[in-house]
């Protein structure tokens, strides 16, 4: 039998020093992050006009901004392997400055986590805030918005996977679920402080890359907005977020109302599986550790040809929604508009400045998506756009766009983020200034 451990004089005065330090640093106050701390500089963004500025100040004029801060529990050295700064101190103070950079009346983040360290830092800045985050989740969705402007009327967070998509048949089959991915979408209904009866609907969500998830959020979006106040029923909704689907994607079409491509429905049809989290007698093909069975179906977004282990294909009695029954989901919604796509496409010159997703991968002439930024999510492994800024417009209150926060060229990622000086996350923030005119 092995001797029990017995620390030396050393070890214990070590132990003993480590404590004592840890005690000091809990009386010593956190000093306030300074504009000009080297631990917060970033890449500084410039604005670009879309269209002048309206000349009538009725309406309602609101910045926008949206990021996935990239939550520490999903940090890995593995995923990130050229990255300088996957540490959270060396992170957070780009990221608290990036945020108060865009001076936005309302940001919608993913993959928060720490709030502890971030919900003091919106304080200071002026906003008060709606976080909400999936069943075992450990980081979540977050909706802050300026006190001085904006009251939170209704709340409402809706958990995909207990969402029907159908009326008929078991619980599985109408729910029509592939994987079980604890994501959510959180919506909030803001009245503005300063406009009578005016206000916003706000959602923001972190979606599994799979259409349904997207056509949900925009029905239960709807739904929100329809259940309230008459004056309520007329207000414009934002909806942002990391929605896990490129420009080129059946799930951005559907979401657009652009017909289905072939080459996208048969990626819809390479996608029906069923996961072994919904149907446990599934044999187990690859090893899945433990915190990514945890935190759901995003990991990380590692695997470009979505290959998803671990599961069977789809049957019948499953449920899942085929490319005709999800148009018609989306279709009875409503159709959104990309305030990025809409908004760059009239920018002269936008189309040669290697800004916009067109510049790098065809688009059909007449389909949206093109101008989409060139990249929402930069690293050593994947490159893509997964972000957007969404308006769901009310009745007879379309949206203009009135300035976007310009992406950055590929070129100033380096090797891959994050990375100090340049961004705090993998993901690169999104901003805009919409308008709409009154009630």
Sequence with gaps: MSKAYQPSAEDVAKIEERRLRKEQAKKTPAPAVKVDDERGQILSREWADVVPATLETAGQTIRVMTWNILAQTLVRRQLFPTSDCLKASQREHMLYREIASHKADICCMQEVDRTEKLFPELEKAGYAWVYALGPRKKHGCLIAFRKDA?????????????????????????????????NIGSLVALRKLDAEGDGVIVATTHLFWHPAQAAILLREVAKFRSEGPDQERRWPSIIAGDFNFGPDDPAYALLMGDPLLPEQKKRLESSY???????????????????????????????????????????????????????????????????????????????????????????????????????TSYTHYWQAVLDYIFVFDAPGRDVSVLRLAKPHRKEAFGEGLPRKGVCGSDHISLAAELHWPPL
């Design 150 to 182: 904006y009251q939170c009327v209704r709340r409402k967070v809706v958990v995909y996977d207990e969402q029907d998509v159908r009326v008929e048949g078991e619980e599985q089959a109408r729910r029509g679920s592939s994987f079980r991915t604890k």
């Design 273 to 375: 599986v069923v996961h072994k989290t919904i149907d446990p007698t599934v044999t187990a093909t690859a090893a899945t550790p433990a915190e990514e069975e945890d935190e759901g179906a995003e990991a990380r977004e590692t695997d470009p040809d979505r290959i998803i282990v671990n599961a069977r294909l789809a049957q019948p009695s499953d449920g899942l929604l085929n490319a005709t029954e999800l148009e018609q989901l989306f279709k009875r919604s409503g159709r959104v508009t990309s305030t990025y796509d809409a908004g760059q496409r009239l920018i002269s010159g936008i189309s040669d400045s290697a800004l916009t997703f067109g510049c790098r991968v065809s688009v059909p002439e007449g389909r949206r998506g093109g101008f989409e930024p060139v990249y």
